[in-house]
């Protein structure tokens, strides 16, 4: 039974979805994300996500050196059977449209229907690009939105119809649109971002999950209101947008052991209060409930410390028992 607090709106609704979001290019090889997923999966969560950077961020060593984030989903997929995977978010930089439309598509299968969401961001990591070679536009707006465009229709197109696209930046000529994702019509597209204009328009047209990354409350309240009306201009039913954030995780039994979490991630307590999902479990519900009241429908619990699965059960035990 719910207390009486800001948390009330959460229980009287639909359960708010948590998901594990792991930073593996801060020095994570495919075993660690292996196990990470399983504890993920065996506990409750909702999904499995990764970030796709090709360089570390910070003073970290990053060992052993990146993954890729398709190639790691598809051999997730194949070892997992019930949680859904996805990117958040996959730059525009790093593939071309009709190779992601491929690789999504393909790992889609692997994993079953229903089980694979693609979320597509501009890219803002230059570092990343320069040291493997990617080139770096300074238009990175206008190739999500082609590339938007691209994908969908590559996965829209009826079988045995072919499709073609001409863009400023990309064209398709005949093109087969081949391999279909299990998922019909496709998989589910992620966007976010804090655009006052475009983001909310491109989520309208294209997305069923507008997400804020790391950002203060009232920056995701404001942002899921733009979106709001942007669906709304769009035609669309209210009902067809899930709105999600992202935020660092660091829970604790007590005082102590959220002050050893946050050390080990070199972070501060406090500082994780403010801007994260931090503090006790009884601290951690009543925050969500705040993003609950708001139209939070979805939290991605970054996790930074991924050989810490006794995080991972504490939350699953003391937090989401509770959703």
Known sequence: MCPITTATRMCEADPMDLRIFTEPQQGASYDTLLSVAKATEDLGFDAFFRSDHYLKMGGVTGLPGPTDAWITLAGLARETSRIKLGTLVTPVTFRLPGPLAISVAQVD??????????????????????????????????LLEEQLQIVTGLWNTPDGETYSFKGEHYSLTDSPALPKPATRPHPPIIIGGGGPKRTPRLAAQYASEFNTSFRPFDDTERLFGTVRDAVAAN??????????????????????????????????????????????????????????????????????????????ELIASQVLSQL
């Open 109 to 142: 299968q692997m994993a079953g229907p229903g089980r694979v969401e693609l979320g597509l961001g501009t890219g803002w990591f230059a570092e990343e690009h320069t040291a493997y070679g990617i080139p770096f536009p300074d238009k990175r707006f206008d």
């Open 235 to 312: 035609g669309r039913r209210p009902d067809s947008m899930t709105y999600s954030a992202a935020l660092v995780a660091c829970v604790g039994r007590d005082e102590a052991e959220v002050a050893k979490r946050a050390e080990a991630i070199g972070r501060e307590p406090a500082e994780l209060r403010e801007n994260g999902l931090a503090g006790t479990p009884a601290e951690v519900v009543e925050k969500i409930g705040r993003y609950a009241a708001i139209g939070a429908q979805r939290l991605y619990l970054q996790i930074l410390d991924l050989s810490d699965l006794d995080h991972l």
